[in-house]
């Protein structure tokens, strides 16, 4: 038996390891670029469902600011790659397009129904392999193309009607906190606009195909409300006037109270003729609008005088959101003081402050926002609030306005800062949500 040398048992296995090495270099080849594949498509996967919620978040139509964001998300999770903006399409969908007229109903897709815009993102990408196949080796093809897809949706938080009920009264022009109270107040309104104009310029909602936007309206009060060219009133009265004299000491006592409480957002409004020589008063009601330059620069025009009847404002500030297009209605009103009365004889009936009363314990308020509620928009049931903030007096000592809005309903402001963030907690309580999806379709 011929027995091998041990010289000859290593050159046989330097031969075999010559012959399995590019085997065996093509198994570790393998290993090494398909765990880094597989790393870098999950990597993608993440980076693209980041991007497809910033993108949402974003809220812009310029594709090429969408596309630079999502670019650079996805280059911090595979910076390994060499990816270009053409390498990302950005889909984006509005729930109309999505749902048709099943947008916005509440069940469809959602508990609330609440309207979106859905972006879809996805990536397309050349990777350059690290140990690319060969004559003599295996491995992957030089370059490989690994993709991702997400997609995003943007929830709209119901936009709002908003009516600033302003007191236009003479004590308006008197000062408190450093500023003459009717130019604080005014510079409130236009504050709470500029943030309403941003929220509506950066926002894509639709429904129905037209924009969600928020609007305001402004209705200010002395003893009556003005439209422009005269006085009007409000509220019923028992001679059915098609007109009156602006008297209104001789008006209120033939105020029917009963039938202004039953239906307020549908009384009849009654011109009122003439005006008292003592009323210097420039202002006038503007309608629910989304141009805000236009109504900031009408409302910085406008000056206070005269007396005060609250609720003249607030009926006509019911029948202005009762006409707008979104689901939430909020009537804010903003006053110095309570409404005129005789001090001397505070239940004489000629005076607005006894009608408030009537009025307000009868239901004035709760009724107004009963019929708002009563409607629906969309398929969906109308919200509706009043809400009062009294400043420069103690407004314990105005129950008119306190049994109208509600305990819950009513704040003693401070500041006109203490206003603002109060007005502005009232209108933004949910401008939207995220949502994520795998694209699956």
């Keep these: 038996m011929q027995v091998s040398l041990p010289s000859q048992q290593r050159g046989i296995a330097a031969i075999i390891f010559v012959l399995i090495y590019p085997l065996l270099f093509g198994v570790f080849v393998l290993a090494v670029e398909s765990t880094r ?7 993608i996967g993440d980076g693209v469902e980041v991007a497809s919620l910033a993108v949402a978040a974003n809220a812009t139509f310029n594709t090429t600011t969408n596309q630079t964001l999502a670019k650079g998300i996805v280059d911090t999770y595979a910076p390994d790659g060499e990816i270009t903006l053409s390498d990302i399409n950005i889909v984006r969908k509005s729930c109309d397009e ?8 509440p069940g469809v897709y959602d508990k609330e129904g609440l309207v979106f815009t859905e ?42 009607d908003v009516a600033f009920v302003a007191d236009f009264s003479g004590s308006m022009l008197n000062s408190w906190n450093n500023d003459i109270k009717y130019l604080g107040v005014i510079q409130v309104i236009s504050d709470i606009t500029k943030k309403l104009e941003a929220f509506n310029e950066s926002t894509e909602l639709e429904l129905n195909g037209q924009r969600i ?51 307020p957002l549908n ?14 008063s420039e202002f006038r009601t503007l309608d629910l609008t989304e141009d805000f330059p236009s109504f900031r620069s009408t409302i910085s025009r406008f000056y206070p005088s005269h007396g ?48 408030a009363l009537q009025l307000y314990n009868r ?7 009963s019929s708002l509620e009563s409607k629906s928009i969309g398929g969906r049931q109308v919200e509706a609030k009043i809400f009062v903030i009294g400043f420069g007096y103690d407004i314990d000592k105005n129950p008119g306005l306190k049994i109208c809005a509600g305990e819950e309903n009513i704040q003693s402001a401070s500041s006109y800062q203490d206003i603002y963030d109060t007005v502005l907690e009232l209108i933004s309580e949910e401008v939207g949500h995220l949502y994520f999806r795998h694209y699956d379709q």
């Design 37 to 43: 594949y597989l790393q870098t498509h999950a990597r």
């Design 119 to 160: 972006y879809k993102v996805t990536l397309n990408s050349e990777f350059e392999s690290w140990y690319p196949e060969d004559d003599y080796a295996l491995g992957y093809e030089e370059t490989l193309i690994l993709d991702g897809s997400a997609v995003a949706r943007k929830y709209q938080g119901f936009t709002i």
């Design 267 to 280: 009384n009849n409004r009654t011109s009122i003729t003439g005006r008292d020589a003592r009323d210097y």
């Design 98 to 105: 999505i749902y048709g007229n099943n947008c916005g109903k």
């Design 363 to 369: 239901g004035l308020c709760d009724n107004i926002i």
């Design 213 to 263: 936007l928020n609007r305001v309206s402004f209705i200010g009060y002395n003893v009556y409300p003005h439209d422009g060219s005269r006085y009007y009133s409000n509220v019923d009265y028992y001679g059915n006037y098609s007109s009156l004299s602006w008297e209104w000491w001789k008006n209120i006592p033939n105020i029917n109270f009963n039938a202004t409480v039953s239906d």
């Design 308 to 355: 005060t009847a609250s609720y003249e404002g607030i009926i006509e500030a019911g029948k202005i959101v009762t006409r707008g297009k979104n689901v939430r209605k909020l009537i804010i009103v903003l006053s110095d003081g309570e409404d005129s009365i005789d001090e001397n004889n505070p239940a004489d009936n000629r005076y607005p402050g006894y009608a």
